[in-house]
Nanobody, 124 residues
Framework: QVQLLESGGGVVQAGGSLRLSCVAS????????MGWFRQAPGKEREFVAA????????TYGDSVKGRFTISRDNAQNTVFLQMNSLKPEDTAVYHC?????????????????WGQGTQVTVSS
């Protein structure tokens, strides 16, 4: 069993930056690809970014390419999401996900474990 805990959310003005962190419990963290998803009120959960177990392979959703960067520190059991040039449409609850495979994946169904999420609000 893996537990995921996100942090780093907050309120920021458009054009600003935030860095989200997700700390995982358990020794198997380094075996899993990890992902970030987000969900805005009234909308479906959306893929943001994913990273392989080694950190060498990454993939991003079209709406965040060039602005967000995913990374991980396996020694610290942590995955990060650096968010730059934030826009009001980035406002959502951001969830960390893991498990199922060593590869980065963009489908919600491919992940076994989910965090509770951290709120990101971007004001115009």
């Amino acid at each position: 069993q893996v537990q995921l805990l996100e942090s780093g959310g907050g309120v920021v003005q458009a054009g600003g930056s935030l860095r989200l962190s997700c700390v995982a419990s358990g020794r198997t963290f380094r075996s899993y690809g990890m992902g970030w998803f987000r969900q805005a009120p009234g909308k479906e959960r959306e893929f943001v970014a994913a990273i392989s177990s080694t950190g060498l392979s990454k993939t991003y959703g079209d709406s965040v390419k060039g602005r967000f960067t995913i990374s991980r520190d396996n020694a610290q059991n942590t995955v990060f999401l650096q968010m730059n040039s934030l826009k009001p449409e980035d406002t959502a609850v951001y969830h960390c996900a893991g498990g199922g495979s060593a590869w980065p994946r963009s489908s919600i169904d491919d992940y076994d474990y989910w965090g509770q999420g951290t709120q990101v609000t971007v004001s115009s």
